[in-house]
């Protein structure tokens, strides 16, 4: 059995994995950003200690997925602004000292695709791309089994490319790059700018409002619906995988956003074969996170 650590802006999991990708035991924590990496750390290994017990089984390896950059080939974490306190922190060194197993590391977003890909939508597919739209849009892309990386080891930020240069400004420093434009908060943001007098809503709320023909909540349907389906329509030109599965809050209201998608990759990608590539929702559910982070560590150490 594999150690399995998904650590998100607000939330870690910890859970133990079997070979076949089957969850068997899994806690949560706040991340309490504000705290040390060093109490973070002491957590997570209490989480593991703790799922390894109910689990029962040996513990061969540990698997992280954790949010933005990290350096999988030193277990290093880059600069994520809302975790200040663990820039630079090495969770493969401190995780593999105290527990005396490999231990792997990915950005998060891979190590969901990694997850999707080997026991999930992607399965038995040579070219795919997991992409998970919620509080903001990650993507990871999967070549023959394998992650695809830049230089340096570097995840592509695929959320973050531009659609509309006129749009509004995000912290990454783009102005209206995909995840300013169609994620979950993208969509409630506009909603709230039309009518600032109305009560907020949640992209939940106005995705079943939609569903009832609320002319609002339509409408903010629809704005997302368009810029989310140029952003897939540029993966399909770029990329021409097998399949794109598609994960996250958001897309558990897909059937309401599919027809735009489906006529602007219709539109968009007229030079590549877009009518192969399958456009499908994730499989692995609430539990991808782990999944992928523990089949990270399958994918580095399990051939
Ligand atoms: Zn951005």
């Known amino acids: 059995m594999i150690g399995a650590l998904d650590i ?13 990708g089957r969850l068997l035991a899994r806690l949560d924590c706040p991340t309490d950003p504000t705290s040390s990496v060093e109490d973070a750390i002491r957590r997570m290994l209490e989480m593991l200690r703790q799922t390894a017990s109910l689990a029962g089984e040996h513990l061969q390896g540990v698997g992280i997925g954790c ?6 080939d030193k277990g290093t974490l880059g600069k994520v602004e809302f975790m200040p306190n663990w820039e630079g922190a090495n969770l493969v060194q401190a995780f593999s000292q105290v527990l005396g197993v490999s231990v792997a590391i990915e ?30 849009i990650g993507a990871g892309l999967v070549l023959d089994g394998k992650l695809y990386r830049g230089v340096d080891g570097a995840h592509p930020e695929i959320g973050h490319h531009v659609i509309d240069p006129t749009g509004p400004l995000c912290f990454c420093g783009a102005h209206g790059c995909w995840e300013s434009l169609a ?23 106005l995705c079943a409002l939609a569903e ?14 368009h810029y989310l389906g140029i952003g897939l329509a540029n993966l399909v030109t770029l990329y021409i995988p097998e399949c794109i599965a598609l994960g996250g809050g958001l897309m558990q209201a897909y059937y309401l956003f599919k027809d735009q998608v489906e006529a602007t990759i ?28 523990a089949r990270t560590w399958l994918n580095r150490y399990a051939g």
Request: hydrophobic content about 40%; glycine content about 14%; some cysteine.
């Open 67 to 72: 949010t933005g950059p990290v350096h999988p």
């Open 266 to 293: 219709q539109r968009n990608c007229g030079l590549v074969p877009h009518e192969l590539v399958r456009l499908v929702p994730a499989a692995l559910g609430a539990d991808t996170g782990l999944v992928g982070a």
């Open 107 to 136: 950005n998060d977003a891979d190590a969901a695709a990694l997850g999707e890909w080997a026991w999930g939508a992607g399965k038995g597919t040579q070219t795919f791309m997991l992409v998970t739209v919620g509080t903001g």
């Open 8 to 20: 998100g802006g607000t939330k870690i999991a910890a859970g133990m994995v079997d070979e076949s």
């Open 212 to 225: 009832q023909g609320e002319p609002r909540a339509v409408e903010a349907v629809r704005r997302t619906a």
């Open 183 to 205: 994620s979950g908060p993208a969509m409630e943001r506009w909603a709230q700018t039309q009518h600032p007098q109305a009560q907020p809503l949640s992209a939940r709320q």
